[in-house]
């Protein structure tokens, strides 16, 4: 039996209302979101993603259609019960937004405060999730002493003080290191995996929501343009937004020009094997490899490459029969090259 979503986006739109223009941030936005699930939600900047995932708490009311969580439509909601339920619905941010001023216990206790916590208690609780994050020896520094990983812990500690069923994270790890965002991602999935916290990570990067997403949606301008597991999105990504995000860097456009050009999505053990050496040497033909990666996916390795064919067609559609008879996904970039 299917369960019911914990988000339901039902036709969420927003506009921004200026002296001189109107600014249609998003423009009909309908997704759900299942309990316990990492989705991504990822578009370049501008997309309208950090606006939407606002909406999602209310911060930013819709301008039409609403947010249902748990059977709560926000728009309904008073003042007190949308405070209520924000309670339920941890945020946390790009640059920390840690209060300079207290130390890193004293953050973290901030949001038990406000709900009328007992110091005791909230020192207890605090020094727990701070173990959970691993920082408990930084409870008496302050977040100038920290480095931006550490920060980043300090919020996510924060964030799980309320014991919220929902964690919003926006451009999250942006302001990190390479290593550090890794650290982090871990964290989250940890924190996912063994709290059932529902996670919803807004990026530009389609790195991080391979890193550790289940589900991806793909902003554009506004517009909802493409949504499902990550590992369909990555094999088969339907769209123009949607390939240039799988690809992001993107290869040799000088030389796709005009040629035949495919990508190859490699999934677990196909990772490994030399399939490219064993068609060279099957079709004895070369090829010419403009890109190549391999990513992890939900654990499971995940590869892609871009190959540009022989010129000659029957010896491309060898090539191409070649690679589909081992369950390889082949596709066709004529329309990806603009």
């Known amino acids: 039996m299917e369960t019911k979503p914990i988000i339901q986006i039902q036709n969420v739109t927003k506009s921004f ?18 309990r316990g699930d990492v989705y991504g939600i990822i578009g370049m900047s501008g997309a309208g993603k950090s606006t939407l995932v606002r909406c999602l708490n209310f911060l930013e009311k819709p301008t039409s259609g609403t947010v249902v969580i748990e059977d709560k439509d926000l728009s309904q909601l008073s003042e007190k019960e949308l405070r209520q339920t924000r309670t339920e619905i941890a945020m946390i941010f790009q640059h920390f937004n840690l209060l300079m001023q207290r ?49 980043q812990r300090v ?34 999935q940890e924190i996912n995996q063994q709290y059932g916290i529902t996670i919803v ?19 554009d301008e506004g517009e909802l343009v493409e949504h499902g597991t990550v590992e369909d999105v990555f094999a088969r990504p339907k769209t123009a937004a949607a ?58 390795a995940h590869g892609q490459m871009i190959l540009q064919l022989p010129e000659d067609d029957v010896m491309a559609a060898k090539m191409i029969h070649y690679l589909e008879e081992r369950k390889l996904t082949v596709e066709e970039l004529d329309s990806y090259v603009e």
């Open 243 to 300: 390939r240039k995000l799988v690809f992001m860097v993107n290869p040799r456009t000088d030389l796709m020009k005009g040629k035949r050009c495919i990508r190859i999505v490699f999934k677990e053990n196909s990772s490994f094997e030399p399939v490219i050496a064993n068609m060279v040497l099957e079709c004895k033909s070369p090829v010419n490899i403009l890109k190549a990666e391999t990513e992890d996916i939900g654990g499971i």
């Open 17 to 34: 209302i200026g002296k001189d223009n109107t600014v249609e941030a998003l423009k009909g936005i309908s997704l759900d979101i299942q």
């Open 201 to 219: 990570i807004i990026t530009h990067e389609m790195s991080v929501v391979q890193e550790i997403c289940s589900h991806v949606a793909i902003i």
């Open 103 to 151: 130390n890193v216990l004293d953050n973290v206790c901030f949001p038990l405060e406000i709900i009328g916590v007992k110091r005791a208690d909230a020192v207890t609780r605090a020094m727990e999730l701070l173990e959970i994050v691993g920082l408990q020896e930084k409870a008496k520094s302050y977040p100038a002493q920290l480095s931006g990983g550490q920060k």
């Open 155 to 188: 919020a996510i500690a924060r964030a799980l003080a309320t014991n919220p069923k929902i964690l919003l994270c926006d451009e999250a790890t942006s302001a990190l290191d390479p290593t550090t965002t890794k650290s982090i991602l871990k964290l989250l």
